[in-house]
């Protein structure tokens, strides 16, 4: 049913924005609210009252005088309620709790050995329990749960592939749900990354970014004038399975020469395990010693991360690429290789406008951007979207 302008929705219209308004900006008055929203006094007072009953805002004391009487402060109750925010990998569960401001509060790592959707949503239950367990006393409690999957997610939350878990068609959401009592939001981790960085990290004041996810495989967040770009069926963003390499290495996807395998955690550690190196970690641990061996091979990943960044370039001329997941603790020793690649691949005009940074989050873009899909679906019964 299509929405008309009656007086709810105009009222609804009017306290979306004097929430948001709140939440950006406080410690404001209600004359600072109504001068800023261009709002009558009465309708921002009216709807103050309303948000405080709510209890999402709350007066703090009196300000400074312009003049006549201190006014009253209006502050945002950011601890009104709390949200969940699960990264799963493929090796690991990462999951927060998180403030209504996206603001870490608890956290807690699971190591995962083996794919099993049952045995994966079971530690995925037992982490959200022990963080909600956690959590402070508050109006709302838990608000919701956000997952971010390495995988192509339907609108539905049913994750229809996620090649590097061996899950096809998971109806996760539903799943979750049922086991935790309270509403589930489910997106592909790279989105979730891009959210992330656009809500809290180095995204904040860009406009059109592509977020990459550089962990075990390699997915894309594609933001265009702030907004997540998903695709007519919401599976945009599975770049790390382009082909670079006409008949290059099987992949789990079933092609061969995807992007992934050259560029990912997996495909420098296909390469570590020939040294001896088992682990990321020790990987990491040898090139701080300055390991020739393992200095190389983060040159190599480095260069062929280039290669696709070129192509991310040429394509979408975006302002701005994050690179985020596990790839950024390697930073220091793959960003030349990257930037050489990029130069010598991309067209110059295109590459005079991009920046090519790493995820201001670390590994925690993904976790904070499922968080803020629970924390925006927790708003959405009040809000319009303007």
């Known amino acids: ?22 939440i950006k900006h406080s ?21 103050v009252n309303e948000l405080i009953d709510e209890k999402l805002v709350y007066e703090i004391g009196l300000g400074r005088s312009s ?29 927060v709790l998180t403030d209504l401001e996206g603001r870490i509060v608890g956290e807690l790592q699971l190591d995962l050995e083996g794919g099993e959707p049952e045995g994966v949503l079971k530690l995925v239950e037992e982490a959200v329990h022990s963080l909600k367990a956690g959590a402070p006393p508050s109006p ?7 997952i971010g999957v390495a995988g192509i997610v339907d609108d539905n939350g049913i994750v229809l592939l996620a090649p590097n878990l061996g ?8 799943l979750l749900q049922e086991k935790l009592g309270f509403p589930v939001a489910i997106d592909n981790e790279a989105n979730a990354g891009a959210l992330g960085e656009l809500q809290y990290g180095a995204a904040r004041e860009a406009s059109d970014i592509v977020y990459l996810s550089v962990g075990t495989g390699i997915g894309a967040g594609i933001v265009i ?57 020790e990987l990491i641990a040898l090139a701080r010693r300055e390991s020739p061996e393992a200095v190389r091979l983060f040159h ?14 040429n394509t979408f001329n975006p302002e701005l690429i994050l690179i985020g997941n596990q790839m950024t603790r390697a930073e220091q020793w793959i960003r030349n290789p990257i930037e050489r690649a990029v130069a010598h691949r991309s067209l110059p005009y295109s590459r005079q406008q991009a920046q090519i940074r790493f995820a201001s989050l670390d590994t925690h873009s993904a976790v904070l951007g499922a968080a803020h899909h629970a924390i925006s679906a927790f708003f959405s019964k009040d809000r319009v979207t303007l």
């Open 167 to 174: 899950w096809e068609n998971v109806e996760l959401q539903r």
């Open 67 to 95: 003049g006549g009487r201190k006014p009253v402060m209006l502050v945002f109750h950011k601890t009104a309620g709390y949200a969940v925010g699960v990264d799963l990998g493929v090796r690991y569960i990462l999951a």
């Open 27 to 47: 410690p404001l008055s209600r004359a600072q609210l109504s001068d800023m929203t261009g709002l009558h006094k009465g309708t921002v007072s009216t709807l």
């Open 140 to 146: 709302y409690g838990i608000v919701g749960a956000g």
């Open 300 to 313: 190599e990943v480095g260069e062929s991360l280039g290669i696709g960044i070129a192509n991310i370039v």
């Open 225 to 281: 004038g702030r907004q997540l770009m998903k695709g007519s069926g919401g599976f945009s963003g599975e770049i790390g399975h382009t082909t670079i390499e006409t008949n290059g290495k099987k992949c789990r996807c079933g092609n061969k020469g995807c992007w992934e395998q050259y560029a990912s955690e997996s495909s420098v550690m296909e390469k570590a395990r020939t040294l001896g190196i088992g682990k990321f970690d």
């Open 1 to 22: 049913m299509q929405t008309t302008g009656d007086q709810h929705l105009v009222k609804k219209i009017n306290k979306t924005i004097v929430l948001d308004t709140i």
